[in-house]
């Protein structure tokens, strides 16, 4: 019995599964075979050695299923096993985040987008300037009135 809870203490894990293993009087690799891990992943599972072996928990309760084991007693084991949790400061510190005002956000908002309205706004100047200009060297190119053509009179733009 532990000092922390009533529950007697749980064996390792890792020489548990390898005497159930050697018990039944299988090879690493055939236990493998049977519940479809890695025999490298295995071995470190007997060893305890878990830091190298990502999922060790599936891989342990699956590793167990395999030779017959109750998972209820493999996952009394588990607890032993390190949980890998995200380095991330926001999972480590325990202030909880502030909330911006909203015109904060507003003003972080279009400052970023500031740049790709000032871009599109010159695109825009630009490609006016230029359709104006084209079209004002077209006009300029014509001597006589559409409708005068039309009605094949000679008549020019500078007469009245």
């Known amino acids: 019995m532990s000092f922390f809870n009533n ?3 749980v064996p390792a894990l890792g020489p548990m599964l390898r005497s159930a293993r050697e018990t039944a009087g299988l090879t690493l690799e055939e236990v493998a075979k049977r519940a479809r891990l890695n025999p490298n992943d295995l071995e470190l599972l007997e060893r305890d050695d878990v830091r190298g072996v ?3 928990r599936l891989k342990a309760i699956s590793y167990a299923r ?5 998972p209820a007693e493999i996952r009394e ?6 949980v890998l949790v ?7 510190s325990s202030e909880v985040p502030r909330q911006q005002p909203i015109f904060l956000l507003l003003l972080q908002l ?7 309205g000032r871009a599109v706004l010159y695109t825009l100047v630009i490609t006016s300037f230029f359709a104006t200009w084209g079209m004002i060297r077209q006009l300029s190119r014509v001597r006589t009135l559409p409708w005068a053509v039309a009605n094949n009179s000679p008549r020019s733009i500078s007469q009245p």
């Open 7 to 9: 529950h007697p203490p």
């Open 54 to 56: 990502q999922s060790s």
């Open 77 to 82: 084991s588990l607890p032993a096993l390190p």
């Open 66 to 70: 395999s030779l017959g084991l109750n």
């Open 110 to 116: 279009f400052g970023f987008l500031a740049p790709m």
């Open 86 to 92: 995200p380095h991330d400061s926001r999972f480590l």
